[in-house]
């Protein structure tokens, strides 16, 4: 890894952006992020996931670059994200999904926490855009390891991410083993936690777009494999009730989509043995009994700016 000597207050930025066969999205994404206020130097690396890289046709203006490269680890997001970050330059590092864009300020509100706190991670608050509708979601000034164990903090999304690179190289990079690289952000959120307290920018500079492209809508298999990888990964996860009851609640809720209704009922059992106030669990029996569709109680849930 190399990087940018020149810090003065506004350091070089190095923006990764995972994609694959949304050239269209890509393009919002893209040029939102070359578009920032940012006074400082700023690059945005597009990873090519599985598929042939195709530049985006971006206007690049003074002080941006813009990267095109293949994914040269694992195949997935996570290996992505982390082909990113190998062929950065920067000295702060920046996730943006290719189906979001950032508010013109983003950046700059982010990077002058980051000089303001002496914080080495940095988020913001999020716009959630689904069907017509738009949720505002905005995580507390600062989250630490306990709360993350006990609550995901769900407003605390990737393409929010600012992160120190000397912060990320003692972190770790993206988890590559996290079955299908579902929830790769929140184990990379509480390696950073457990380190030092996650920070947001107290505004909504992110709009965050879920739509039937996402790749990880109703993918259920992959879902409960990788809640049980972070299960097993986190002793914390598992010493926590609440925290155990949210995650078994939510593979009790993927195995019912499944049809798997015995797998479903253990993990719902589990789930309201550490929290009888688990929602999950009662919403997951439902399921698991045929009194509503899976994909039914997943859209009412993105009507809200929810997941389950």
């Given at each position: 890894?190399?990087?940018?000597?020149?810090?003065?207050?506004?350091?070089?930025?190095?923006?990764?952006?995972?994609?694959?066969?949304?050239?269209?999205?890509?393009?919002?994404?893209?040029?939102?992020i070359l578009g920032q206020s940012y006074p400082g130097e700023l690059e945005c690396l597009v990873v090519f996931d599985q598929s042939e890289p195709s530049p985006p046709h971006a206007e690049v203006p003074v002080s941006r670059k813009l990267h095109v490269l293949?994914?040269?680890?694992?195949?997935?997001?996570?290996?992505?994200?982390?082909?990113?970050?190998?062929?950065?330059?920067?000295?702060?590092?920046?996730?943006?999904?290719?189906?979001?864009?950032?508010?013109?300020?983003?950046?700059?509100?982010q990077v002058e926490l980051l000089n303001r706190s002496g914080a080495e991670f940095v988020a913001c608050g999020v716009r959630i855009l689904y069907s017509g509708h738009v949720t505002v979601r905005m995580p507390p000034a600062q989250t630490s390891f306990d709360?993350?164990?006990?609550?995901?903090?769900?407003?605390?999304?990737?393409?929010?991410?600012?992160?120190?690179?000397?912060?990320?190289?003692?972190?770790?990079?993206?988890?590559?083993?996290?079955?299908?690289?579902?929830?790769?952000?929140?184990?990379?959120?509480?390696?950073?936690?457990?380190?030092?307290?996650?920070?947001?920018?107290?505004?909504?500079?992110?709009?965050?777009?879920?739509?039937?492209?996402?790749?990880?809508?109703?993918?259920?298999?992959?879902?409960?494999?990788?809640?049980?990888?972070?299960?097993?990964?986190?002793?914390?996860?598992?010493?926590?009730?609440?925290?155990?009851?949210?995650?078994?609640?939510?593979?009790?809720?993927?195995?019912?989509?499944?049809?798997?209704?015995?797998?479903?009922?253990?993990?719902?059992?589990?789930?309201?043995?550490?929290?009888?106030?688990?929602?999950?669990?009662?919403?997951?029996?439902?399921?698991?009994?045929?009194?509503?569709?899976?994909?039914?109680?997943?859209?009412?849930?993105?009507?809200?700016?929810?997941?389950?």
């Open positions: 890894m190399t990087a940018n000597a020149k810090e003065d207050g506004w350091p070089t930025v190095s923006v990764v952006v995972a994609t694959r066969h949304r050239p269209e999205l890509l393009l919002r994404a893209v040029t939102s293949s994914n040269t680890r694992k195949p997935g997001l996570a290996g992505a994200r982390n082909a990113g970050i190998d062929a950065a330059v920067g000295t702060v590092i920046a996730f943006c999904d290719d189906d979001d864009t950032w508010h013109p300020d983003k950046l700059t509100r709360q993350l164990v006990h609550d995901r903090v769900a407003a605390l999304h990737p393409s929010a991410f600012v992160m120190r690179r000397s912060a990320l190289e003692d972190i770790g990079l993206v988890d590559e083993e996290i079955p299908g690289s579902y929830g790769e952000d929140y184990d990379l959120l509480l390696r950073a936690a457990r380190r030092a307290p996650v920070l947001a920018v107290q505004e909504p500079l992110v709009d965050v777009l879920w739509h039937e492209q996402s790749f990880f809508a109703e993918r259920w298999q992959t879902i409960s494999e990788a809640l049980r990888y972070l299960l097993a990964k986190y002793p914390a996860l598992r010493a926590d009730p609440a925290g155990r009851a949210r995650i078994s609640g939510q593979i009790a809720f993927a195995e019912a989509a499944l049809a798997r209704r015995r797998e479903a009922g253990r993990f719902i059992w589990r789930a309201l043995r550490g929290n009888p106030a688990e929602r999950r669990a009662y919403i997951a029996l439902a399921v698991a009994v045929g009194v509503i569709p899976a994909t039914s109680v997943v859209r009412a849930a993105n009507r809200r700016g929810r997941g389950i």
